[in-house]
């Protein structure tokens, strides 16, 4: 589904391109994408350019967590190159993610050097009654070839 999604935004705007008319893009998902998202981080240091991207889903919550409305979480990546290798990664949706900050941001071009950053999200407390959210921290290193995630305990 997102990669039909991906190519028949690609195809929208590959048509909007060729043409010296406007065009008003009626596919919900993405005009919800472009109307919704926040960069709520970026960092433009060679060798790599990195943005953390918030969507809000619509919505408000209605007496329990259950019903608030969750954030997807993207992180793009990109070298600096004429022709860049690029990448977007989507991490799980969450009732709340933030950004923690920057760990390690190498200097360094190559495959295995990644940019290490901090985030946290919000889940369901397993204890309502001491309050809705609890909360998770991740280390996250990324670059255009590779990923991971890893949970930190406290």
């Given at each position: 589904m997102k990669i039909l999604f991906a190519i028949a935004a690609a195809i929208l705007l590959c048509n909007v391109a060729q043409s010296d008319e406007m065009l008003k893009i009626n596919e919900v998902k993405f005009v919800h994408l472009l109307n919704d998202l926040e960069i709520i981080a970026e960092i433009k240091k060679p060798p790599l350019a990195v943005r953390v991207i918030r969507q809000l889903d619509h919505g408000e919550c209605n007496g329990v967590p259950q019903s608030?409305?969750?954030?997807?979480?993207?992180?793009?990546?990109?070298?600096?190159?004429?022709?860049?290798?690029?990448?977007?990664?989507?991490?799980?949706?969450?009732?709340?993610?933030?950004?923690?900050?920057?760990?390690?941001?190498?200097?360094?071009?190559?495959?295995?050097?990644?940019?290490?950053?901090?985030?946290?999200?919000?889940?369901?407390?397993?204890?309502?009654?001491?309050?809705?959210?609890?909360?998770?921290?991740?280390?996250?290193?990324?670059?255009?070839?590779?990923?991971?995630?890893?949970?930190?305990?406290?």
């Open positions: 608030c409305p969750m954030q997807i979480m993207y992180i793009a990546v990109s070298t600096f190159d004429e022709a860049p290798d690029e990448s977007v990664y989507v991490l799980p949706k969450a009732y709340g993610w933030e950004f923690l900050g920057w760990k390690d941001v190498p200097n360094k071009e190559g495959r295995d050097y990644l940019v290490i950053l901090k985030m946290k999200r919000k889940i369901i407390s397993s204890t309502p009654e001491k309050g809705w959210w609890t909360e998770k921290e991740y280390e996250i290193g990324i670059n255009p070839w590779k990923y991971f995630m890893k949970e930190l305990t406290k």
